[in-house]
């Protein structure tokens, strides 16, 4: 990878956060004139490749190669002399002051000492017609829509940096229209040699801009190719590391006895969140839910579990209409969440582990029905004990506990308040084999146990191996339920890639 | 149980109320002595008791807040609404019963509107009670029409500077607050939520707590608890004085919540440490006082004392020494 040519390139980079390795021995080269997506599942390392390219970490090893030139990033200002800008999701710009003022922070020319606001803002006014904008400089930035500040951020970058364009999940708020006006500068910017890196969750933007991509999975480098040559699969089976070829229809087991229909969501969904959806569970049965990040899966768990509320369609609970507006709704029918993000969602980092596992139950009890300490310790060790959870002791904080200790852990928080539904997104993901082994076997055997489980997961040898049905998400809507031998990764990676009119 | 006790006696917070006693002993040979007179006991320990029971009764209902995450900047003004409100009502007949009674009232009403702003509104808590910081204290001088209102109600008084069991009021009714939240927050699942709200609410509320019915308890206890504080403070001067009544006591509840080890990050919190807190304020006041150096002095010693607290609790502070000194394990 070392012929010149390259407007920015990581060799060999790999970088150890204390035990984890985040990134390894990954290459990455963007040409001028391109627009180079990088694509990967959450914890592949594609924000900590960026955060390398643009300063913000060092790399543990490899080398940061700035057209040609071996550079050391100290900070973002430093990547910013080199020429590479960076726009990310929220736009960090600031609200409160005039578009002309977040154009030229930091760098506003000055007459006799004092900022010279007059020439700040036509020079603003020139700079925003290239982008196709017709506002006022002088307005306050806030006031304009979402899709507007990101286009002042991008020109913002371009103005200051003006090689190399880092665009991360800049379209995740925006509607179509508005991401069809930032694909045109995107292009508009391409044409006068820019670099761009663009980095979203949609495939379909993917095709739309980029000219090549690169796949990341478990921080290692999958694959960098140009996309002419790419279908929709390729990249899905790229990303979820499944290959398509080998997999046939898997012998499927004989259909379990399915018990009676336990919940069943009709029509339901919320604006802006998901697509209204279609979905009864059995008990004893686990349904499989399947999709790409941002394709709405962890959205349709909210709102099962009333953390969000669902504004159209009805729910039934063992036969009888419920209604499911928030978690408390949820856990006096028996529901139970363990949210994806562990550390921002489930785990109280500061209490113990035995507070951690009773507080659900001492939830659901209410405020006057205390379980006292031993009762509280009983609980905790028989559930600890049954989750195998490793802690030298139920009162340290679960904070000092490995990530698979905590999922098990919560998981147990729900399993002691004796549900019937188990809600379980993303359970295995960044924990060890063995906690990751231990939480599949509990699956198995809650749904021999006869509960009802919904569980997503991007890991699909492991979907296919405990679900009975699987449920594919795509663009916030359900897509496809996949039944009998449909269920294996092919059909799966199929379904999460096609298009509604095929494409390639 | 008993060791529980014993363990909690050994507190970071216990040792500095002692060190601070001896301190004052040192300087003041007289501090300990305790006499027996007209029914009731006199001393500067007792004084410290006495005058250390406004901003330990604040504490307590702070200690709530501050562990859900919060912070209310409104209890002075509250205190001042709450001793306007009861000296007004007694100067205009009623009798004394209804005007604490009415009083409470403003004060839990106050308190709930604070919790109305952080939990239904979702406004920072710093903010939210800035409001009623600010409004409270107008309003109370609205109610006194601009005079410190002074009366000769028996009963007031008697809340504010009788005796009980030999013991100063004001204490006396501190020390029951203290068992009874102690005993509400600890015996009842309270605590556990609270701590849970604090530490992860987002988490809290996907586990099946009802958040925000929590911050309307804990804001309204906090401001009951100001109003308990300010019918003290008037009953002791005999009158309502809207412009100084619990003037910056807000800033001293907060500091014996932060010295009992509660920190403004919310989680674990200690109802009793809270109250050593108060204690240990107040015997440096009183201290320097008995001492003779001159009252400026207090504000410097309070400043120091806030920069010790806030060095040991600093994360710097908790890389060097790995047994964090200002955070206890499991509280019950």
């Not at chain 1, 407007?7 to 390894?24: M, N, P, Q, Y």
């Not at chain 2, 006696?9 to 007179?37: D, E, K, M, Y």
């Amino acid at each position: 990878m070392a012929e010149a040519g390259y407007a920015l390139e990581a060799r060999g980079i790999t970088k150890v956060f204390g035990l984890h390795v985040a990134l390894d021995n990954v290459d990455f080269g963007l040409r001028p004139g391109e627009v180079h997506a990088l694509l990967g599942e959450n914890g592949a390392g594609k924000s900590t490749l960026i955060k390398i390219l643009t300063g913000a970490y060092q790399p543990t090893l490899g080398q940061v190669v700035a057209e040609g030139v071996p550079v050391t990033l100290e900070n973002p200002q430093q990547a910013q002399k080199y020429g590479i800008g960076t726009v990310y999701q929220e736009v960090n710009l600031l609200p409160n002051r005039s578009v002309a003022e977040n154009l030229f922070l930091g760098h506003q020319p000055t007459r006799f000492g004092l900022v010279h606001r007059r020439k700040m803002e036509q020079d603003s006014r020139v700079i925003l017609k290239r982008y196709g904008l017709d506002i006022d400089p002088a307005s306050e930035l806030g006031a304009h829509s979402v899709a507007v500040q990101q286009i002042v951020a991008i020109a913002r970058a371009v103005e200051l940096s003006g090689k190399v364009l880092i665009l991360d999940e800049p379209t995740a708020s925006l509607d179509r229209n508005e991401v069809e006006r930032l694909f045109e500068i995107i292009r508009d910017l391409k044409s006068q040699g820019l670099a761009i890196v663009f980095i979203t969750h949609f495939l379909d933007q993917v095709f739309a801009v980029a000219d090549r991509v690169t796949i990341l999975r478990n921080g290692k480098l999958i694959e960098t190719r140009a996309l002419d040559d790419m279908t929709r699969t390729d990249v899905v089976r790229l990303m979820l590391g499944k290959d398509v070829a080998f997999s046939g229809a898997t012998a499927v087991e004989d259909a379990r006895p399915l018990g009676d229909v336990l919940v069943e969501f009709k029509n339901y969904g919320r604006k802006r969140s998901v697509h209204p959806f279609n979905i009864s569970i059995h008990k004893g049965e686990v349904v499989g839910v399947a999709g790409l990040l941002g394709s709405g899966r962890t959205e349709m768990a909210r709102i099962m579990f009333g953390a969000d509320a669902a504004d159209e369609g009805s729910v039934t609970v063992a036969g009888k209409p419920a209604s499911i507006a928030r978690p408390t709704d949820a856990i006096a029918h028996g529901f139970g969440f363990c949210p994806e993000d562990r550390k921002a969602e489930g785990i109280f980092g500061d209490l113990s582990v035995r507070e951690n596992i009773v507080i659900a139950l001492q939830g659901k009890l209410g405020w006057f029905s205390a379980l006292n300490r031993d009762e509280q310790m009983e609980i905790a060790g028989k559930f600890g004990e049954a989750m195998d959870i490793r802690a030298a002791s139920l009162d340290m904080p679960i904070k000092l506990l490995s990530g698979g200790n905590q999922q098990k852990a919560i998981l147990s928080r729900w399993l002691a308040t004796d549900p019937d539904f188990l809600i379980l997104d993303e359970p295995t993901r960044g924990i060890d084999v063995g906690a990751h082994a231990e939480i599949v076997r509990t699956i198995n055997r809650l749904r021999d146990e006869g509960l009802a489980l919904v569980v997503i997961s991007s890991e699909l040898d492991e979907v296919v191996a405990y679900s009975s049905r699987i449920v594919v998400m795509r663009d916030r809507e359900m897509v496809a339920e996949l039944n009998g031998e449909n269920i294996n990764p092919g059909v799966i990676v199929q379904a999460i890639a096609n298009h509604r009119e095929p494409a390639a | 149980m008993m060791r529980r006790f014993l363990s909690a006696l050994a507190s970071p917070q216990v040792i500095a109320l002692v060190g601070v006693l001896l301190i004052n002993w040192l300087l003041f040979p007289n501090f300990f002595r305790i006499t027996w007179q007209d029914g009731r006991l006199f001393g500067s320990v007792i004084d410290v008791l006495n005058r250390g029971a406004p901003v330990a009764i604040l504490a307590i209902g702070m200690v709530g807040v501050i562990a859900t995450k919060g912070v209310d900047l409104s209890v002075g003004a509250v205190m001042a609404m709450a001793g306007a409100v009861a000296a007004t009502m007694v100067v205009a007949g009623y009798p004394a019963p209804v005007a604490v009674a009415a009083a409470l009232t403003v004060g839990l009403l106050c308190g709930l509107w604070n919790g109305f702003l952080v939990a239904v509104l979702d406004i920072q808590p710093i903010v939210a009670t800035l409001v009623l910081m600010v409004a409270g204290r107008g309003i109370a001088q609205l109610i006194t029409e601009g005079f410190i209102v002074t009366f000769n109600d028996p009963l007031l008084i008697f809340i504010g500077t009788g005796s009980f069991l030999g013991l100063p009021m004001a204490a006396v009714i501190a020390i029951c607050l203290l068992i009874l939240v102690t005993l509400l927050v600890r015996r009842t699942a309270l605590g556990l939520f609270i701590e849970a709200v604090g530490v992860n609410r987002a988490a809290a509320s996907l586990a099946g707590i009802r958040s925000r019915m929590l911050l309307f308890l804990v804001y309204g206890l906090s401001g009951l608890c100001a109003a308990i504080a300010g019918i003290i403070v008037a009953g002791d001067i005999r009158g309502a004085d809207a412009n100084n009544a619990g003037l910056w006591l807000e800033l001293d509840a907060i500091l014996a919540v932060v010295i009992g080890g509660t920190s403004l990050l919310g989680g674990r919190f200690s109802v009793p440490l809270a109250v050593v807190g108060a204690i240990i304020i107040q015997a440096m006041n009183t201290g320097i006082l008995v001492s003779g150096f001159p009252p400026e002095f207090n504000l410097i010693v309070k400043a120091a004392l806030i920069f010790l607290v806030l060095i040991i609790q600093s994360p710097m502070a908790s890389r060097l020494v790995p047994t964090r000194l200002m955070t206890r394990e499991g509280s019950k």
